[in-house]
C-alpha cells in the first residue's frame, strides 16, 4: 500500500486496523438516494504516519470518487447522529460544544463550515453573534433561514465568503472528513481577521481505539485525531492553540490565527491493539443481550456504531428487532446499513418493546436518562456503561 501522510506528508506508515465489509454510507435512504451508496459495504483501513503519528485512511479512489455523492445525500439527512442545535439532544450537543472549546462569549462576525440547516448559527445569534454566515455543501442554494443568518452553498474554501474576514470560524465534526487538512485549514487562516479564532470538534480517536468505538471507523471519516495530533495539525496550519479538551467521544479544540510559525511539538504514543479485542467484547455483549430476549427488542441507535456492528457481527437475529432513534428525521425511515425501518420511542413502546440496547458511542448515560425518564416502560442496557467515567478520570491524571 502506497500512501503519503494527509497532514505530514511523510509515506511510511503502519496498518492498525482493517475491515473487508464496512458500511460506506450511513444515512436516511431515499428515493434520490443513488444505489451506488445505498446498503453498499467496503473495505476500509486505518494506518497510523510513523512521523507525525496521525491515524488516517490511505487514500483509496474508489472511496473518494464517492465522498461527494454522500455529502450531496446528507440534505436534511442526519446522517449519523442528531444534528448540533436541533431539538431537544441537539441543542445538548450545542451546549457541549461551547463549554468544550470554552466559548464563553460570541464576538460579532462568526463563520460555521459545514452548517446543515444553520441550527447552531441560531444558537450562535442567540448568544450574541451578528453577522452570522454558514457554508454547505448539501444545500443546492444561498438562503437565511432567520434574519442575520446567511447560509452558502458548496464546499468552504477562502473564497467561497466573498472577500470576507470574521473573528471566529468554528466547525463541528467537519475537519476529519477533510482530505488535505492542512490546505483546508490554512485557507481557514486567511478569512479570519488578525486575532481571529478557530474553534473545532471531532470524534476522539484515542478513546475509540481504547474502548472499541466499532462505530469510530467509517468511509467518510479519512483523519482520526487524537489530542496531540489535533494541536499539531493546527500548528502546522498557522494556530497557537489556545485550548485542547478531551472527552470520552469528542475533542474540543479553540485556537488563535497567528502569522509567525509554530513548530510542531510531536505526540504521545496512542496505544492501537486494544481496538479489536474491545469490539469483540461488544459483539459478546449484544449476542449475549439478544439470547435473553422472548419478544421484540430494540436497538437503540440508528447510527454508524448500530450499521458497523451489524456488518462486522452478522451472527445476531434480528427477526424480533426494532431499530429505534429519537431523531424524527427518521422516523419512518431506513438508515443504510440498518435492517429495519427506524420508529420513536413511543412506537417502540406501543409494539411491545421492553429491552433496548443503547448503541452510540457517546451519550450513553445521557440516552439512559433520557429513557429512564420518558419512557420508563424501557429497560436500557449499555454497551459502554461507565466508561465515560473512566476516561475521564484518567484524562485528569
Known sequence: MTHDCRICGHDKHQEIFSHSNTPLFVGILGPDTPEQLANVKLPISLVKCLNCDTIQQPVEPKVDALLDQIYMASHDNACSGTRTGEGEFGRQRAQQFLDGVALNEMPADILEIGCNQGHMLAIC??????????????????????????????YFSKDSVGGSTFDLAYMIEVLEHIPQPIE??????????????????????????????????IHEHLIYFTPDTLSDTLRRAGFNVLHVKGTFSHLYCLAKRIDTKSVPQGSAEVVTDTFWPAAERKFKMLQ??????????????????????????????????????????????????????????????????????????????????????????????????????????????
Open 184 to 217: 483546508f485549514l490554512r485557507d481557514v487562516h486567511a478569512v479570519l481577521k488578525p486575532a481571529g479564532k478557530i474553534a473545532i470538534s471531532v470524534p476522539n480517536c484515542e478513546s475509540g481505539l481504547e474502548f472499541g468505538n466499532i462505530g469510530m471507523p
Open 125 to 154: 445569534k442567540e448568544r450574541g453573534g451578528k453577522t452570522m454566515v454558514g457554508v454547505e455543501p448539501s444545500v443546492d442554494e444561498a438562503f437565511s433561514p432567520k434574519s442575520g443568518i446567511e447560509i452558502l452553498p458548496g
Open 288 to 397: 449475549e443481550f439478544t439470547d435473553k430476549q422472548t419478544g421484540a427488542w430494540g436497538l437503540y441507535g440508528a447510527c454508524s456504531l448500530t450499521a458497523n456492528l451489524l456488518a462486522w457481527y452478522p451472527h445476531i437475529d434480528l427477526k424480533a428487532a426494532i431499530v429505534i432513534d429519537a431523531d424524527s428525521n427518521k422516523w419512518g425511515k431506513i438508515v443504510s446499513g440498518c435492517p429495519k425501518k427506524t420508529v420513536s420511542p413511543a412506537d417502540a413502546v406501543s409494539m411491545g418493546v421492553e429491552n433496548v440496547v443503547v448503541m452510540p458511542f457517546g451519550f450513553q448515560e445521557n440516552i439512559e436518562g433520557f429513557i429512564r425518564d420518558r419512557f420508563p416502560e424501557l429497560e436500557p442496557t449499555l454497551l459502554f456503561r461507565g466508561l465515560a467515567d473512566e476516561y475521564a478520570v484518567k484524562a485528569r491524571s
